[in-house]
């Protein structure tokens, strides 16, 4: 973690006052960049880097450098923001409007977009704050909404939590926020990993935050100096292709700049078990599902038939099933539904670094993640473990997990086969792309990472579709609350509605 000297956090501390205790690594951070015009958070996950960008903000707008915030992050994550980021870390005596960005314009959004956009009728003294997804920014419409809104406010900080969703510099959404980033007064990315599978992937994200941020406005001139590239030939069409990497050193001395990298591992003050969420949305097919599946269920609860623990919890699996994406009928056929399950979770390991172990309740997910992972990172780079998995080839896996210079990176298991007994310490980052509602097996499948030998802080990512059984689950585990004897009488019905 690259400090200036210079950071004066006892003076910064008396001046600026937390609603939430900073860590010592975010304290140094926010000293050291709240007064930059652009800087980069390469914060691994559960480090809190968006504290550090909301009290960036905060700082700013007391001082009088800014009066407004766009904020960009991914679907899984703008919500939280909004819900949780925002009220829990920026200062009470900042008084903030906050609209969260939403393609159904109804009449009280768009009024609420107006009081937040337009200056003749904002509140004084009062910090606006646009909070945006970064996949709507492929759009005409939200691109013009978010320019008007910088438009309007020149003197503001813009945000792109998840940075690497920026990568790549052909994509629409990739021009529109680098265009947009002109407007903005100050500029931060957060991410936790820059580089998720080439050190091309900085140009954009630093491009982003300044022309000169790298010292290169041609992407063909970044790439001539950064990689080896030859030209080859295919049929009728030559093409020129990156086969390797240079002056890596130099490069990192540029980031050096104006960034600072944080790892678990150097923050002794963060808590062993660290807890993210990431939500996600039902596609139209799933909801459709979703809501026929509960009526059914409510209906058979109704007419009596869901008598049993055991039938009540038949139904919550069938609804976790849909909030997976996928349907198994009655003559045991699978029927697969579009989902963004896979998508989020190829988002979270982009933001990670090491080996990572990711739980799912189902065979089927199993087999849909070990296909996603393949295809992305390769065939040593993944192993399962589940029912299926032979005895010796279950050994053979977690030796290999666990020799930390093995190319296996993922361990892909289902939690009550491979949640009890084995040891998976190699990896800090644990994934569960679905929840077991029963409490013993999180509680055991969490200790497979935080157990002797551990010498990293853990982070826990569960993948949620809110305002579903996914949600209801996942709360039930953080209270300790057993499913299983609560699922008769009243209670049943609130488990399905």
């Known amino acids: ?24 690594h975010q304290e140094k951070i926010f000293a050291d960049s709240w007064c930059r015009k652009y800087f980069g958070l390469f914060m691994e996950m559960g480090t809190g880097k968006s504290k550090v960008a909301i009290d960036t903000m905060g700082r700013l707008f007391l001082e009088d450098k800014i009066k407004a915030c766009l904020i960009l992050a991914p679907k899984g994550v703008f919500d939280n923001w909004v819900m949780n980021e925002i009220p829990r870390h920026l200062p009470s005596d900042i008084n903030v409007k906050v609209v969260r960005w939403q393609t159904n314009h109804t009449k009280s959004f768009m009024s609420d977009l107006e009081k937040l956009i337009l200056p003749d009728m904002q509140e004084n003294n009062t910090l606006q704050v646009f909070v945006m997804n970064v996949e709507g920014l492929s759009t005409t419409k939200a691109f013009s909404f978010a320019k008007l809104f910088l438009n309007k406010n020149p003197d503001s900080i813009m945000i792109v939590d998840e940075s690497t969703t920026i990568k790549n510099r052909s994509a629409k959404r990739t021009k529109n926020v680098v265009e947009l980033g002109r407007l903005a007064l100050f500029r931060r990315i957060l991410t936790g990993s820059p580089i998720t599978k080439s050190p091309m992937d900085l140009f954009s994200q630093c491009m982003f935050l300044s022309p000169n941020a790298l010292g290169f406005k041609s992407y063909y001139a970044f790439q001539g100096r950064y990689a080896v590239v030859i030209n080859k030939t295919m049929g009728h069409r030559s093409f020129r292709d990156i086969v390797g990497y240079q002056r890596l050193d130099e490069l990192n001395g540029k980031l050096d700049k104006f960034s600072s990298r944080v790892l678990k591992n150097e923050c002794l003050d963060l808590p062993e078990k660290v807890y993210v969420r990431r939500d996600i949305e039902l596609t139209t097919e799933q909801t459709s599902a979703y809501q026929q599946m509960k009526r059914l269920a409510l209906t058979e609860l109704d007419q009596g038939r869901l008598a049993s623990t055991q039938s009540v919890l038949t139904q919550i699996m069938r609804l976790q099933q849909i909030c997976c994406g996928f349907l198994k009928l009655d003559d045991g056929e699978i029927k697969d539904l579009p989902n963004n399950r896979l998508n989020e979770l190829l988002s979270v390991i982009e933001e990670t670094t090491g080996k990572v172990i990711i739980w799912a309740t189902w065979t089927h997910d199993i087999q849909a993640i070990e296909k996603l992972l393949i295809k992305n990172f390769g065939e040593d780079s993944v192993a399962t473990y589940y029912g299926e998995t032979p005895q010796d080839r279950r050994q053979e896996i977690v030796q290999k997990f666990q020799d930390k210079n093995d190319k296996l990176r993922f361990f892909v298991g289902q939690p009550k086969t491979g949640g009890f007994g084995i040891t998976l310490t190699e990896a800090s980052t644990v994934v569960y792309y679905s929840n077991s509602y029963d409490l013993e097996i999180r509680l055991q499948s969490e200790d497979r990472a935080h157990r002797i030998g551990q010498q990293n802080k853990v982070t826990y990512i569960d993948i949620v579709v809110p305002r579903t059984i996914d949600e209801k689950i ?5 209270n300790k609350i057993n499913i299983a004897e609560k699922v008769l009488g009243e209670d049943a019905r609130q488990w399905l509605i």
């Open 1 to 24: 973690m690259r400090i200036n000297e210079s950071c004066q956090i006892v003076f910064w501390r008396k001046m600026y006052k937390y609603k939430t205790k900073p860590y010592e």
């Open 474 to 478: 996942l709360k039930a585990l953080k």
